[in-house]
């Protein structure tokens, strides 16, 4: 049995802002590294057969908070936010004013809208699933996986074939925790901890 356990990135300037950040390499803030020293506190009883993260920074920092030096942690561009393009630093309402016709066009109908120069939902949905039958082929034993919402959301779809649409009920907040049990490819979601419990 392999248990994968899903984490979100801290807190960043673009999550405290409320704008698209998607490839934008920002750091975490100081309540980002809090929040994520307080979900160390939740992980540290694990042990790890791997250790994967998203290489932007917000990413690479959460991961290396939570791990001790026991573990390498591997890298991997499968597991990147979906870029945004020509949105990236730009909040709604700036979209809104700026853009009119594009924001209602991802409103309408955010799957099959892409932004400018940004990647397209199936673009992601591809490199994920890409990420997760490198995991499934793995052995059983726990695993750690630290990326991004857009990333979980297209990961708890594969796992749970929920429509992609019902995903954004899901309240993913920064350091949010989702464990997933794989039991010879039945998969639970055993357990989330988000930043209201940290």
């Not at 993260?53 to 959460?62: D, E, G, K, M």
């Not at 870029?83 to 979209?95: K, P, Q, R, V």
């Not at 464990?179 to 940290?198: A, C, E, M, P, Y």
């Amino acid at each position: 049995m392999k248990e994968i356990i899903l984490l979100r990135h801290g807190d960043t300037d673009a999550t405290e802002n409320r704008y698209f950040a998607g490839w934008s390499d920002i750091p975490l803030t100081k309540k980002g590294e809090k929040r994520i020293r307080a979900a160390k506190e939740i992980l540290n009883n694990n042990e790890y057969l791997e250790i994967w993260s998203s290489p932007l920074v917000r990413t690479r920092q959460t991961a290396q908070i939570v791990v001790n030096s026991n573990y390498s942690i591997q890298y991997t561009e499968d597991i990147k936010e979906r870029s945004f393009g020509e949105w990236e630093g730009m909040n709604w309402e700036a979209l809104e004013k700026d853009f009119p016709d594009q924001a209602k066009k991802w409103k309408d109908s955010p799957l099959e809208f892409t932004p400018p120069l940004g990647e397209s939902f199936e673009d992601v949905l591809i490199r994920v699933k890409r990420f997760w039958q490198t995991l499934q082929d793995k052995s059983n034993g726990n695993y750690l996986v630290v990326t991004h919402a857009g990333v979980i959301r297209c990961l708890l779809v594969l796992l749970t074939g929920m429509a992609f649409e019902n995903s954004f009920h899901l309240l993913l907040d920064p350091g949010v925790i989702i464990k997933v049990r794989d039991d010879s490819g039945f998969f639970q979601v055993t357990g989330i901890i988000n930043h209201k419990d940290l």
